[in-house]
């Protein structure tokens, strides 16, 4: 078990870039989730994906947002045309199927936006 | 819609001494999940024990024990023998068991004091 991994850790970029993150989960773990967390808050959920398919997605994801799950492995989140309130911590999880399971998340992508 | 609450920002306990942190939740669910996360400072969130919503005995890891009250929709966290190690923000988590997304609280910064 080498954990969730996310890169990069920190990630700084004009206003109107585009960026990447990537999340590469805990190998048997079929599920992934995303999560936004800003400075003195908790995570917000962003999106989730079962295997290959995104099976949830919060509306804090605008149309500038997109993940994938390509093959049901890694994730990756784009941000397209950032703003500064995407400033933010991105945290990944990931975790086994069924209820009651613990979800385990990366170190987190740190965005910010110059 | 789901919300959780925890109403103690900032919380500071001597080293050895017991401190228990609250959390109340707001849910018409009838079976979900609880849990409480830790995230040490400039670490990965970590998960420090989960209560199912259907069983009345609380659950117990450690040092680390639950006062649930499913009547009163809340979910405490009680930490005898406090550590150093134990400094961080913790989050309280509600999960309703559809796609096992987790709702935060705004989390408590806990400062263990030597």
């Known amino acids: 078990d080498t954990g969730v991994s996310q890169n990069p850790r920190h990630k700084i970029t004009k206003r109107g870039q585009n960026v990447t993150f990537r999340c590469d989960p805990i190998?048997?773990?079929?599920?992934l989730y995303w999560y936004r967390q800003t400075l003195g808050q908790g995570p917000e959920f962003l999106t989730y994906?079962?295997?290959?398919?995104?099976?949830?997605k919060s509306r804090l994801l605008s149309d500038r947002f997109s993940a994938e799950r390509p093959k049901g492995s890694f994730s990756t989140l784009e941000i397209q045309r950032t703003e500064q309130g995407d400033s933010a911590m991105y945290l990944c999880?990931?975790?086994?199927?069924?209820?009651?399971?613990?979800?385990?998340f990366g170190d987190g992508t740190r965005l910010s936006i110059l | 819609a789901q919300t959780v609450t925890q109403s103690q920002p900032e919380m500071s306990v001597q080293e050895a001494e017991t401190v228990t942190l609250s959390c109340t939740y707001d849910?018409?669910?009838?079976?979900?999940?609880l849990f409480w996360y830790k995230q040490p400072p400039s670490r990965q969130m970590i998960l420090v024990i989960r209560?199912?919503?259907?069983?009345?005995q609380n659950a117990t890891e450690n040092r680390f024990s639950v006062n649930f009250q499913k009547a009163a929709k809340s979910f405490s966290l009680k930490i005898s023998d406090s550590q150093l190690g134990d400094t961080a923000m913790y989050f309280c988590?509600?999960?309703?068991?559809?796609?096992?997304?987790?709702?935060f609280g705004t989390g408590t910064l806990l400062a263990v004091q030597p």
């Open positions: 999880a990931s975790s086994s199927p069924g209820p009651f399971v613990a979800q385990h």
């Open positions: 190998s048997e773990h079929n599920r």
């Open positions: 994906f079962q295997n290959e398919a995104q099976l949830e």
């Open positions: 849910t018409s669910e009838s079976n979900y999940y």
């Open positions: 209560q199912e919503a259907y069983k009345q």
């Open positions: 988590a509600f999960d309703g068991g559809a796609t096992n997304k987790l709702i």
